[in-house]
């Protein structure tokens, strides 16, 4: 049994297993965010389903203090909100753009109050979702990093990823606003080290080794790449936490969890508590975790390396498709054209121009010119 709120319901789509014609409005899921934490977990959902307008619709009041107030947590969701609308803008390859957003969520975090203090075991994470000081600390760092793999800097990547990983940087901050190209950079190195490993939640720990992965393809080290991405898709291995209802797998004959006039209460989710791996109940990061161990394991080279990314490959597109994850379609098929023979790679490649063209008619005017600007995106 857990508690049903218009929250849990949100986290659901956020991060949890949701059938996708559950998920086709994004009006509806809009409509069922009343506070600012709601506002943002529904922003995840719709920029995960490719819905880029109507979360930075969403995003940008927090970013800017001005979101709903009930249940708001001020910095915390401001910096949360901030580095999203950074992954949106990096998803259309608008990386430098994502490194101002970036750099901002940094200093709001890093000189809120609400920062994650050093403990005897690093900055310690209070949402099981990293919907917290810890998650917005991991989140800005981490695509900081993102950013600077986007700008042809691995090392500086890498350098990042390990400071999410260590704990390092969790108190203190430059103050830095992020306007200026390399204010990322100076957010993500001025910060106070010396803390032990951080106890970060699920979501950041997955992050860490995609980004991880990506930086040391970057770098030209492909076996490092393979491990990292490994570790993502480990975590994903891990036993889930029954009593967490963002993991709770929605059932058939199960309400509309979009559905605001749904009354709050107490019901059963899924039957009885499911005490099985978290990966099958987060089908969004597992997908992504799959296509990062599958460009490792294809940029490694062995013929085994390449059959099993394939597979991977595979395996991601099926729950994109079905789960209507529109964010990681273009990215899956470019990877499965690398990886065809013959003529299905040019049919792939085709898919994958088709679905972005889809996806800018849902994004708004900033994140249409970044990415018809972009050489990353194929247009």
């Known amino acids: 049994m857990v508690t049903v709120t218009v929250e849990n319901r949100l986290r659901q789509l956020a991060f949890g297993d949701v059938p996708h014609p559950e998920t086709r409005s994004r009006h509806r899921i809009v409509a069922a965010a009343r506070t600012d934490r709601e506002c943002w977990l529904a922003a995840v959902a719709l920029g995960a389903r490719g819905h880029y307008a109507a979360a930075a619709t969403l995003l940008q009041p927090l970013i800017h203090g001005a979101g709903a107030g009930a249940g708001s947590g001020g910095a915390v969701l401001s910096s949360l909100a901030a580095s999203t609308l950074a992954s949106h803008r990096r998803q259309l390859g608008g990386h430098a753009a994502a490194l101002r957003l970036d750099g901002l969520a940094l200093a709001r975090i890093t000189a809120s109050p609400d920062r994650p203090e050093p403990g005897p075991a690093g900055p310690m994470a209070q949402d099981a979702d990293g919907v917290d000081a810890a998650g917005a600390w991991a989140d800005a760092l981490l695509g900081l990093a993102a950013d600077r793999l986007g700008t042809g800097r691995p090392d500086l990547a890498g350098g990042l990823v390990a400071r999410v990983l260590s704990g390092t940087g ?36 997955v992050r860490a080794g995609w980004v991880g992965a990506e930086a040391a393809l970057a770098g030209g080290d492909p076996q490092t790449a393979v ?20 993991h709770a797998a929605a059932p058939a004959a199960a309400a509309d969890p979009t559905d605001p006039a749904a009354p709050a209460g107490t019901a059963d989710l899924n039957g009885p508590a499911d005490p099985g791996a978290l990966g099958p109940r987060v089908p969004r990061h597992r997908a992504k975790s799959e296509l990062v161990l599958a460009a490792a394991l294809a940029a490694r080279g062995g013929g085994q390396d390449r059959v099993r990314a394939g597979e991977l490959v595979d395996s991601a597109l099926e729950v994109i498709e079905t789960r209507g994850l529109r964010s ?28 972005v063209h889809a996806l800018l008619r849902s994004a708004d005017p900033e994140a249409r010119r970044l990415a018809v600007s972009s050489p990353w995106m194929p247009i």
Do not use: K, M, N, Y
Request: hydrophobic share 40%.
């Open 227 to 246: 491990g990292r991405a490994e570790a993502a898709l480990a975590v994903l291995a891990e036993p889930a936490d029954p009593a967490v209802p963002a």
């Open 170 to 205: 969790s108190r203190g901050g430059s103050g830095d606003t992020g306007a200026s190209d390399r204010s990322g950079d100076r957010a993500g190195t001025e910060c106070a080290a010396g803390v032990e490993p951080a106890v970060l939640s699920w979501r950041s720990r």
């Open 328 to 355: 990681l379609s273009w990215p899956a098929l470019l990877l499965a054209a690398d990886l065809a023979q013959g003529g299905r790679g040019a049919q792939h490649r085709a898919r994958a121009t088709r679905e």
